[in-house]
């Protein structure tokens, strides 16, 4: 008598585990994601996988959060450089992704990575969304914010507001970027541009409350500039992160950086 083992296998690198059953009962424990593997997927400063099983079980919410960003910065880039006959008050247009595009995925993006225990990719994609949001909520016709300034869009309390805002969101980059250096060269690189785009356009409405609108409309080109930058270096980021979640046979290298620094603990 011929005895048939057949063998069943189920490969997900996406939640962190290959299971191998055979139907004599036998039983292959799940093979983890190594540190290169959960760094690449995650984002997690170090590749330090969380306590618990919740990566195994859920899916990946980080492509999520890359894709709503770039699908919200990548025109806003377009319009600060002029392309076509744009300019910068088409941002207008983007209100409606600014909301639900931008702020809604990038929050929920956020809390997913929350729950996963990823406090780093947590953190700058909700306080992302909240960008996002806040910019739609600036740019809302129904809103008027503009209105409450005695010269409108050309107060220079309104504009010097506005400085003030991206000076410290160019702070935030900053504490964003030293903490990527502990993740991989490409999410650093990423950070280290928008660094400068928020220089920039806080430089550019420090000009408008001054008066200079042509220095102004430099300032918002180079904002948009780097802003091209970060969306290149970002949407590589996205397409290695799809291609390891379906176990595309191709790697693309995001530069680990987690053993240029030596662990605290």
């Known amino acids: 008598m011929t005895t048939t083992i057949s063998n069943t296998h189920h490969n997900d690198i996406e939640k962190g585990f290959v299971h191998h059953h055979e139907n004599s009962?036998?039983?292959?424990?799940?093979?983890?994601?190594?540190?290169?593997?959960?760094?690449?997927?995650?984002?997690?400063?170090?590749?330090?996988?969380?306590v618990g099983d919740l990566s195994q079980r859920f899916g990946n919410p980080t492509a999520l959060g890359i894709v709503s960003h770039l699908l919200s910065l990548t025109p806003t880039a377009a319009y600060l450089m002029q392309w076509g006959k744009a300019d910068a008050t088409s941002?207008?247009?983007?209100?409606?992704?600014?909301?639900?595009?931008?702020?809604?995925?990038?929050?929920?993006?956020?809390?997913?990575?929350?729950?996963l225990g990823n406090s780093f990719p947590s953190v700058v994609f909700i306080s992302f969304g909240g960008f996002w949001l806040s910019l739609g909520?600036?740019?809302?016709?129904?809103?008027?914010?503009?209105?409450?300034?005695?010269?409108g869009a050309s107060s220079v309390a309104y504009n010097d507001g506005l400085m003030f805002y991206f000076a410290f969101w160019a702070v935030a980059c900053l504490v964003y970027f030293l903490g990527s250096l502990r993740t991989n060269l490409v999410f650093a690189m990423i950070f280290f541009s928008l660094i400068f785009t928020f220089v920039?356009?806080?430089?550019?409405?420090?000009?408008?409350?001054?008066?200079?609108?042509?220095?102004?409309?430099?300032?918002l080109k180079a904002a948009g500039a780097f802003a091209w930058v970060c969306i290149c270096v970002a949407w590589y980021l996205l397409l290695s992160l799809i291609f390891a979640v379906v176990d595309m046979p191709i790697a693309l290298p995001l530069g680990d950086l987690s053993r240029l620094w030596r662990k605290r603990t």
């Open 25 to 50: 009962g036998n039983f292959r424990p799940p093979i983890q994601l190594t540190p290169e593997q959960y760094e690449q997927l995650f984002l997690q400063p170090g590749g330090r996988a969380p």
């Open 91 to 115: 941002l207008v247009a983007m209100v409606g992704p600014y909301y639900f595009i931008g702020g809604l995925g990038l929050v929920l993006s956020g809390v997913m990575e929350w729950v």
């Open 137 to 151: 909520a600036l740019n809302d016709p129904e809103h008027a914010i503009t209105g409450a300034f005695p010269q």
């Open 200 to 219: 920039l356009l806080s430089a550019a409405y420090s000009q408008l409350g001054d008066g200079d609108t042509d220095t102004a409309l430099k300032l």
